[in-house]
């Protein structure tokens, strides 16, 4: 070739070296995130929308039972219907010429008398609570204490309530009490004086004032007064729950040092008497 070698390249030759020198240049470029002098973040973060953050479900408050309170119901001056070795006394305030005390007569009263009073459970007290807009009450309570002051209370009592609807809406009463008494055969005429003379008027009113104290406002009025230590109080706070839940009633229940007291205010069936008494142990 000469004394010295040469190298002739052509023109597009030349050029395609140096396209594929770029394109190494570039391909290098990316996998060194440029040559270090570009510098790309780690990690973008991403942007998410916060969820708000839910309140901690509260726990409901636990429903307390109010703390019953205590309440002494006293016997009244009638003798009871029943044995006194009951443990369980029902004190009736009552109206002779109310006609619920008339209904709690003919149907619980007369359930609780077959079912626990005859057998000796319980043992009923009768207060006297004559309604001032009942006119023939208070002849009704005077004319069943002067049968009481000659032992024929009971009688008297089923009298008037048996009867109730004879002599409620009489101008004199009287005249019907008065042959009721000889029915039941007491001495006329000392019923008579009695009646006649309105005595035991005393007695009558301080049994309304005491069931006013008691909270008694309308008839009938009672209270089941059972020992502690026939019953336990979990299973009178059952009886008084299921019956109010039943019949959408205020039954109520005081607890004493020796006694529960169940007051129920109206003329609730039977099955309200027997949900509590059901619970005593006899």
């Keep these: 070739m000469g004394e010295k070698d040469s190298i002739s390249m052509s023109k597009d030759t030349f050029y395609g070296i140096i396209i594929v020198a770029l394109a190494g240049l570039l391909l290098l470029s990316v996998f060194t995130q440029g040559f270090g002098l570009i510098k790309v ?57 109310c006609p619920f005390c008339a209904k709690i007569y003919s149907e619980a ?51 008037l309530f048996s009867n109730q609807d004879l002599w409620s809406g009489a101008a004199d ?11 039941l055969g007491l001495d006329a005429t000392k019923f008579a004086s009695c009646y006649d003379n309105k005595e035991h008027l005393a007695q009558i009113n301080a049994d309304e004032a005491q069931g006013q104290s008691y909270g008694v406002s309308g008839t009938p009025s009672n209270f089941l007064i059972i020992k502690k230590s026939n019953a336990k109080q979990a299973d009178i706070e059952s009886a008084i729950s299921s019956v109010n839940t039943q019949y959408n009633g ?21 099955l309200a008497f027997d949900a509590v008494l059901s619970k005593v142990t006899y």
């Design 41 to 97: 973040p780690a990690s973008v973060p991403t942007q998410v929308t916060p969820i708000p953050s839910q309140p901690t479900p509260s726990q409901p408050t636990p429903v307390v039972a109010p703390t019953p309170g205590k309440l002494t119901v006293t016997l009244g001056d009638y003798a009871p219907l029943g044995k006194d070795s009951a443990p369980v006394a029902w004190v009736e305030f009552s109206d002779f010429q």
């Design 250 to 270: 205020d039954l109520q229940l005081f607890v004493n040092d020796d006694s529960y007291i169940v007051l129920i205010p109206g003329a609730y069936p039977y």
């Design 109 to 159: 009263a007369a359930q609780v008398k077959t079912n626990y009073i005859d057998s000796g459970k319980v043992k009923l007290y009768y207060r006297d609570f004559p309604l001032s807009f009942h006119p023939n009450a208070m002849p009704g309570a005077i004319a069943a204490r002067c049968a009481n002051d000659q032992g024929k209370f009971w009688e008297m009592h089923d009298k």
């Design 173 to 183: 009463p009287g005249i019907t009490f008065k042959g009721y008494a000889t029915d």
